[in-house]
């Protein structure tokens, strides 16, 4: 009978163990889509298909790399640096108080020989090294209200710390309007005037919705540090194309900015006579000034990295490719039995 009992009380705790009701599990119910268990396909790398893609890269790729890179040749630039050419010899160790020194003669003549046959239109850019317009606090230093609506022209909370003078706000505010390029530049060719077209030469997106056709330049550079080239102000923000080009800030120290467009061939061997006023300070901050006309391509203007980095694209693909014939056939390695794959054993996934 003892022996019976301790039996009697086991199979009564189980019993109960199995009446108490079961804990909720947090395993999410089975789909397919949940365990990663839909159709897919799962290509087997071998070497010949290995092989054959690094081929079709090269194929497509040189040739691309060919064209681009001849693209960006046809490309006919002048460049010429200016900034201590038209320093005065005797300022030369005293850059910075020639510059701002406005009683000095800034005139300076430059000659550029057309090196070959230059089809129009010809652009005219100015390029500067050295001048982060990238600067957090430079960036931020403008009113976009202000500058496409006139009913904000007192807007100017986030122009600091060119924001007002004299009490009053300054429009265009901020430190990159107020530091717009003021160099110009006069081209003759045989003693002719040598026109040179600025309009355009903005996006058009944002001349007709960031610069507003009704606000005027208002108290501009009226400060006690000038910081670059002055507005007419009877001409509204949105026919002001070098401040509209200027106003669109550059992503690295080093970039160019259209100046104008020249509309006429230039023939080789030609000379061309440049009459340029040198005013923007870069000696500060030992910036560069260039003066560069360039023509363009169907691919754009001079730039010979995509033609490069295309052809060394295609080049290592081809080495490679080559590079794994020779090994495949020199020392060929057997492929396994694909039937032995986790997926082809198990498709369903259970």
């Known amino acids: 009978m003892s022996s019976n009992t301790p039996s009697s009380s086991a199979g009564g705790v189980g019993s109960a163990d199995s009446a108490a009701p079961r804990r909720n599990s947090k395993r999410p119910k089975y789909s397919k889509f949940t365990q990663q268990e839909l159709p897919a396909c799962k290509p087997i790398l071998t070497p010949r298909w290995v092989i054959s893609a690094f081929m079709l890269v090269s194929i497509v790729f040189i040739p691309i790399g060919v064209v681009s890179l001849f693209a960006s040749r046809d490309v006919v630039e002048i460049v010429d640096r200016y900034e201590t050419a038209c320093v005065p010899a005797n300022f030369r160790n005293d850059k910075v108080s020639f510059i701002q ?16 046959r230059m089809k129009q239109p010809i652009y005219v850019y100015y390029q500067l090294d050295n001048f982060y317009q990238n600067h957090r606090r430079y960036v931020k230093s403008r009113s976009d209200s202000q500058l496409k609506d006139n009913s904000s022209w007192d807007d100017v909370s986030s122009c600091k710390p060119e924001d007002d003078a004299n009490g009053m706000p300054i429009v265009p505010c901020g430190l990159i309007a107020w530091s717009l390029f003021n160099d110009t530049y006069n081209f003759s060719l045989n003693n002719q005037q040598l026109a040179v077209n600025k309009r355009g030469i903005s996006w058009k997106s944002d001349r007709d919705s960031k610069f507003g056709s009704d606000v005027f330049p208002r108290n501009f550079q009226n400060g006690t540090l000038i910081g670059g080239k002055r507005l007419d102000p009877n001409v509204s923000l949105s026919e002001q194309e070098d401040l509209i080009v200027w106003m669109r800030t550059a992503a690295l120290p080093t970039f160019r900015k259209l100046y104008g467009k020249i509309e006429r061939d230039l023939q080789p061997n030609e000379v061309i006579q ?42 290592l693909c081809f080495f490679l490719a080559l590079s794994f014939t020779v090994v495949y056939l020199v020392k060929p390695r057997r492929l396994g039995d694909p039937s032995y794959l986790s997926w082809n054993r198990n498709p369903g996934g259970h």
Do not use: M, Q
Request: glycine content about 10%.
């Open 274 to 315: 440049v009459t340029l006023e040198n005013n923007y300070n870069t000696y500060s901050f030992n910036g560069k000034k260039r003066l560069v006309l360039s023509t363009t391509s169907w691919l754009g203007g001079k730039n010979d990295f995509l033609g490069i980095a295309y052809l060394t694209v295609g080049g």
């Open 101 to 116: 020194n406005e009683t000095t003669n800034k005139i300076c003549t430059r000659s550029l020989t057309v090196p070959k």
